[in-house]
């Protein structure tokens, strides 16, 4: 006899839209610069009009006939440009805010970098050599630079938001806003990945901005059912909207 299930019935993982941070990242490549011009700290860096015009996009994705089912959960990292999209994004669906749990959670916040903050692939080179050589020999999986997080850091602190999920969101439909690195970080813990499996996805694709990987519980799995990948990095919705698909790294981060 099954156990009552303790997943959520639904869990949509979306990276947030496009932020400043990603353009000004792109221009501080382009230019070979040691240095990512941003003004604010990341944790303020807020989405690019683009950014914005995408997860209006989703949004009315999520209001209309793309999914089945509504959101009764959204969780949103702490970060500005998570929660502006988790915002425009329920604005664009018209779900009624009032049927919605809506919860800004520093758990699901970016990876940390710590040193290497604010710093291009040449700035991180350059100022600290030792550190590029450091990470070419643990991988990015285990390198954690002094101040920030390995990707083990950030699985860590999403074990226990799992335990939320569990615990508090039974049978709901949860939609979590957050970054790249997190939307692959759950995928290791739901699928019980290995090293080796999610970074070789990582190595095949960026996770796009407003990209939908989405999971459904199925009771008929295993002894206790499971969580069973539905999509991964889809952005179909985008495309129908007309809305310029991105998948560019957020500013501070470290080469691949």
């Known amino acids: 006899m099954k156990e009552t299930q303790k997943w959520p019935d639904t869990i949509w993982l979306v990276r947030h839209g496009e932020s400043a941070g990603n353009v000004a990242r792109d221009a501080a490549e382009a230019a070979g610069h040691p240095v990512i011009d941003i003004p604010t700290r990341d944790v303020d860096v ?17 209001g209309g006939a793309g999914v089945k089912a509504k959101p009764t959960v959204v969780l949103a990292s702490t970060y500005l440009r998570a929660r502006e999209t988790a915002e425009l994004m329920l604005d664009a669906s018209r779900i009624d805010k009032s049927d919605v749990t809506f919860v800004a959670d520093e758990r699901l916040r970016e990876k940390e970098f710590g040193i290497l903050d604010r710093l291009t692939k040449v700035g991180i080179i350059q100022k600290y050599p030792e550190q590029a050589e450091h ?66 996805i990582d190595r095949e694709q960026e996770v796009a901005n407003c990209s939908v990987t989405s999971y459904n519980f199925d009771q008929s799995l295993g002894k206790r059912g499971k969580l069973v990948l539905r999509a991964f990095n889809f952005v179909a919705p985008l495309e129908e909207a007309g809305a310029p698909v991105t998948s560019k790294p957020d500013a501070p981060v470290a080469p691949k």
């Open 46 to 62: 807020p989405l690019s009009a683009l950014g914005e015009q995408q997860s209006r996009a989703l949004g009315r994705w999520f």
């Open 135 to 200: 990470r070419r020999l643990l991988g990015k999986f285990y390198h954690r630079p002094p101040g920030g997080e390995s990707w083990c850091d950030v699985i860590l602190r999403l074990r226990s938001v799992i335990g939320t999920l569990t615990r508090e969101y039974a049978r709901e439909h949860v939609l979590i806003v957050s970054h790249q690195v997190v939307v692959l970080c759950f995928r290791y813990l739901f699928e019980r990945m290995t090293e080796d499996q999610i970074l070789q």
